[in-house]
Every structure is written in structure tokens, then in C-alpha cells.
């Protein structure tokens, strides 16, 4: 038993070919499903903008919400579940490149590194945002009256933007990529 997890494995097959020198070659190919979106290349391309808009729009969320200088920033179990927020909004945008590559009909890896991607980083963006939040109102139950209230409230309102953001990625993915077929290639 390996220890690591390959999510690929039996996907891939190769053949011994000889080359135009007469060497001994393996040439590998894919055998694994095909995910065929519902739409053709020039449908697909129209689903670019508004990715990369959502990609944006949970950075620029992200990036305000960090703009406010309040009193929790100080406190690194409240600011570590912010900073972490930025990994899923950065593998959202790679995920945004890996698509825009692709075909209409994908491998599973095209496909996990592409949709897959940006669909789960939507959704672990809305939990991180919602530990963000929690964290800094257990702060602000911790130290009562110790802070400046107001920054501390538009700070926690701006948590709303982000989830937002990430909610209506979500609900777009359900509408244009929630009719992709799945093709057995085996």
C-alpha cells in the first residue's frame, strides 16, 4: 500500500513503439473519463470574462477587507485565518489559467485543475471567510470595550463582500458548468 494517493491512477496507459532510430520507446496515453462541457469552444469563451471577474472580485473583496488597520489585526489568531484566506482566492485564478487552456472535452486532470479547482476554492473561500469572521468576534467578546468599535464592526462587515462573491461564483458554476457529461473512455 502506498502512502500516497494518486486520483490519476489507471488513467494513463502506455505501449512500447519503436522511434525513427530503432529505440525502444513508451509512449503514454490517456484512457481515463472525459468531461465534455455542454457548449462548444465559442460558448466556452464566453465564460471566460465572468471567471476572471469572479477571480477578481475575491481578491479585490479579500484585499478591502484587509484595509482596515482595527485593533484585532494585531492578534495573530485573528489575522492568520485572514491571511489564509488568500490561498484559495490564488489557486482560484490558477485554476481560472488551467480552464482557459483547455478543451471542450477534458481529461480529469484538465478538469480538477481547472472547473474543479475554482469550484472548490469557492466554496473553501466562504469557510475560511466564515472562521475569519468567527475569530474576530470571539475577539471582540474577549477584550470588550478595548478597541475602536467602528473599525472593528466594518471590519466584520466586510467579510460579507467575500462570501458574496464566492456564493454567486457558485451559483454561475451551477448554471453553466452543472450539465458537463461525463464520458467512460475504458
Not at 26 to 37: A, E, M, N, P, Q
Request: aromatic share 16%; proline share 5%; charged share 20%.
Amino acid at each position: 500500500m502506498s502512502i500516497l494517493h494518486n486520483p490519476y491512477k489507471g488513467d494513463f496507459d502506455h505501449a512500447p513503439e519503436v522511434d525513427k532510430k530503432g529505440r525502444f520507446r513508451d509512449r503514454f496515453f490517456y484512457v481515463g473519463d472525459i468531461y465534455v462541457l455542454p457548449y462548444d469552444e465559442t460558448e466556452k469563451k464566453k465564460t471566460y470574462f465572468p471567471c476572471i471577474l469572479y477571480g477578481i472580485g475575491m481578491f479585490a473583496a479579500t484585499v478591502l477587507q484587509g484595509m482596515v488597520n482595527q485593533a484585532s489585526s494585531r492578534t495573530l489568531w485573528v489575522v492568520l485565518p485572514y491571511i489564509i484566506q488568500f490561498l484559495p482566492v490564488l489557486f482560484f485564478l490558477l485554476g481560472i489559467v488551467e480552464y482557459i487552456g483547455a478543451t471542450p472535452r477534458m481529461t480529469k486532470p484538465q478538469y480538477d485543475k481547472g472547473i474543479g479547482r475554482m469550484h472548490f476554492c469557492a466554496a473553501a473561500l466562504i469557510v475560511l471567510t466564515v472562521i475569519s469572521a468567527v475569530s474576530d468576534i470571539v475577539y471582540l467578546i474577549i477584550r470588550r470595550g478595548q478597541y475602536d468599535m467602528t473599525k472593528e464592526v466594518i471590519y466584520l462587515l466586510l467579510h460579507i463582500p467575500v462570501i458574496l462573491v464566492a456564493f454567486f461564483f457558485g451559483r454561475y458554476y451551477n448554471k453553466k458548468f452543472s450539465g458537463i457529461a461525463v464520458e467512460s473512455n475504458k
